[in-house]
């Protein structure tokens, strides 16, 4: 590998370790488009619903919650959540997309906004502040 490809080849391992971990692959999420400060992510919702056959708050919160992991994790420098909300705005079912961005950063923190999507259809907008950190994923 040039030395040219490396932080191409650290950001496709990161990815890798995002969709593969355990709770990515409980719930079906998949990163499907991420560069620092960005990332798009899938999930079909199926095994999510709650007892009113829609897909659970807390599924949808997890999904924006990995868009937001993972575009703030491909920089040199990770970031760590210390604060994230979610707005609810209309019930899903699946498929379920999230777009996760970078919209602010001071040099220590940084603002992600992440909106879920059901097709074309805005179904929750989350807000999330990372902090930079060490590296602790390897």
């Known amino acids: 590998m040039a030395d040219h490809d490396g932080p191409q080849e650290k950001m496709r391992e990161m990815i890798a370790l995002f969709n593969t971990c355990e709770f990515a692959r409980l719930l079906g999420m998949e990163i499907v488009e991420a560069r620092p400060g960005f990332a798009r992510v899938l999930m079909d919702g199926r095994g999510t ?3 009113n056959k829609v897909i659970h708050g807390g599924a949808i919160f997890a999904l924006a919650d ?5 575009a703030g994790n491909l920089d040199a420098v990770p970031r760590v959540a210390v604060s ?3 707005m609810y705005l209309s019930p899903a079912t699946g498929p379920l997309e999230a777009v996760a961005e970078r919209i602010g950063d001071d040099g220590q923190y940084s603002l992600y906004h992440a909106r879920v999507y059901e097709g074309r259809r805005l179904v929750a907008t989350f807000e999330g502040i990372g ?3 060490p590296r602790t994923i390897s």
Do not use: C
Request: glycine share 8%; aromatic share 8%.
């Open 131 to 133: 902090v930079k950190t």
């Open 66 to 70: 990995q868009a937001f992991g993972i």
């Open 49 to 51: 619903s709650n007892p």
């Open 84 to 86: 994230a909300s979610i």
